[in-house]
Nanobody, 114 residues
Framework: QVQVVQSGGGSVQAGGSLRLSCAVS????????MGWYRQAAGNQRELVAS???????TYADSVTGRFTISRANGENTVHLQMDSLTPEDTSIYYC????????WGRGTQVTVSS
């Protein structure tokens, strides 16, 4: 069984910062890409940022320059530092882990007030 546990998030005013973390444990032997998606009410789930095992990083255009994804070598943990947050970043954020199968965290609410 694989567990994907998210932490962080919450509420902040525009211009503030939040940090999300995701830890994977259990019977997962191969992890390729780890990343973060978000889904706002009425919208489709969209990629925010991802990082491959080789360190290749992808950001959505809307967060480039404001968000930073990181992953420690050898650790099944990924972080998302979110700076200069805007109300448009308000959403539920999901951790995604791609290995032999695709795993999702339960989601974390991020609310940015103006």
């Amino acid at each position: 069984q694989v567990q994907v546990v998210q932490s962080g998030g919450g509420s902040v005013q525009a211009g503030g910062s939040l940090r999300l973390s995701c830890a994977v444990s259990g019977n997962i032997f191969v992890i390729n890409t780890m990343g973060w998606y978000r889904q706002a009410a009425g919208n489709q789930r969209e990629l925010v940022a991802s990082i491959s095992g080789a360190g290749r990083i992808t950001y959505a255009d809307s967060v480039t320059g404001r968000f930073t994804i990181s992953r420690a070598n050898g650790e099944n943990t990924v972080h998302l530092q979110m700076d200069s947050l805007t109300p448009e970043d308000t959403s539920i954020y999901y951790c995604n882990v791609d290995g032999a199968h695709r795993y999702w965290g339960r989601g974390t609410q991020v609310t940015v007030s103006s």
